[in-house]
């Protein structure tokens, strides 16, 4: 059953730590990417949603997508560093503006607690993904530079 598109998008608590796993399992399964499977999962987030470093939005009932945001203290700035660490929405669910709602909850609660920036990582061949941010506003170069930003990391296991 197709979600409402004006469907309110509200904050996850430790009871849907389950439905967050099972989209955020999908999500990766979508696009050949490791999971560690919803169960664990679950567990994870039984732990973190309770706390102030990890926020997660749901849309829809059932929930057809969510975004997840990671908070972290900034040197630079006296409110935090926030990471979007994912966004999904539901294949047979996209193009409803789901994912704008979804990413302007995100927005406003990053705002709220204080963040002068969100930041997000998109794969350079997810040409979808990075014609929507920067629809929403969002670049990969700082205010008056010409030269992209890069995100690099490095496995520690």
């Known amino acids: ?34 999971t560690p499977g919803a169960e664990w999962l679950t567990e994870r987030l039984t732990r973190l949603l309770p ?13 057809a997508g969510l975004a997840v945001l990671s908070f972290r203290p900034s040197v630079w700035t006296p ?7 994912e966004l999904y929405v539901r294949p047979e669910q996209r193009n409803q503006r789901l994912g704008h709602a979804l990413l302007e909850a995100a927005c ?11 930041e997000v990582n998109v794969d350079g061949i997810d040409v979808d993904a990075r014609r929507f ?22 496995e520690l296991a």
């Open 1 to 34: 059953m197709p979600t409402d598109p004006a469907a309110p998008v509200r904050r996850a608590r430790v009871a849907d730590a389950a439905v967050v796993a099972v989209l955020l399992d999908d999500f990766n399964r979508e696009f050949d990417t490791y």
């Open 51 to 63: 706390g102030d470093d990890l926020a997660v939005f749901l849309i829809g009932e059932p929930a």
């Open 79 to 85: 409110g935090p560093a926030v990471v979007l660490d």
């Open 108 to 118: 406003a609660l990053a705002a709220q607690r204080g963040a002068e920036s969100l």
């Open 133 to 154: 941010y920067e629809a929403h506003g969002f670049s990969n170069t700082e205010p008056g530079e010409t030269e992209p930003m890069y995100f690099y990391y490095r």
